[in-house]
């Protein structure tokens, strides 16, 4: 089973002060670029064949606070329409060679290793009997992300538009399909729209081991 990490960093940051995919936190006592601080753990967990960043707004920025050979980007050039458009651009690229895709906003940061790499196990012995599925974590009651996509339901993505209310309207349509996966980890539902965002969960910036 190959497994694709499609990660969304081409949005415009309308209530962030300058691009906070580029802003830095400190992780260890060095100065990291968000959107690098979650490719990271992407790579780290071991579970994911490939990672893809979707790039559009301030796109060469991103791609060097990201740094790393092993990632491939991808332009959207319709990114002031919304995030249905990267995810589009995302899953295309990968969904002809990925058996299993999960898909990612660049802000929900907060993720732990170690429940990224609790979800794909999850999500690859569910792909041992049917390709026809969305796993979903959840804390508490609230669903988060990655969102986990069988290949069988890929070509459903593209269908979608801030119309029809995105990965909201995609997920209406495959409902039966749907795994919820409970978590401990706040850092699914966690996302980073402020400054007063991240300093409100900044003692979940941490480093992890691998």
Do not use: C, W
Not at 10 to 30: L, Q
Not at 86 to 95: C, I, L
Not at 170 to 194: H, K, M, P, Q, W
């Amino acid at each position: 089973m190959f497994v694709t990490a499609v990660i969304l960093a081409a949005g415009m940051s309308t209530r962030f002060p300058g691009n906070k995919m580029v802003y830095k936190v400190s992780i260890g006592g060095e100065q990291v670029p968000l959107i690098k601080y979650l490719v990271n753990k992407f790579l780290k967990s071991g579970v994911v064949d490939d990672v893809v960043v979707v790039v559009g707004h301030d796109k060469e920025a991103v791609i060097n606070a990201v740094g790393d050979h092993r990632v491939k980007f991808v332009f959207n050039p319709d990114y002031r329409i919304g995030m249905s458009s990267s995810v589009k651009v995302g899953v295309s690229t990968v969904m002809k060679y990925s058996d299993i895709v999960a898909v990612h906003p660049g802000d929900v940061v907060f993720i732990r290793t170690q429940t990224i790499r609790f979800l794909i196990d999850y999500a690859r012995r569910l792909a041992s009997t049917t390709l026809k599925f969305v796993v979903i974590p959840k804390y508490g009651a609230k669903g988060g992300h990655p969102l986990i996509i069988g290949r069988d339901l890929l070509g459903e993505v593209l269908n979608i538009s801030e119309e029809t209310r995105g990965l909201k309207g995609f997920l209406s349509n495959v409902r039966d399909y749907i795994r919820y996966v409970e978590t401990n980890d706040v850092g699914v539902v966690a996302d980073v729209d402020t400054p007063e965002d991240l300093e409100k969960n900044k003692h979940l910036l941490t480093t992890e081991t691998p």
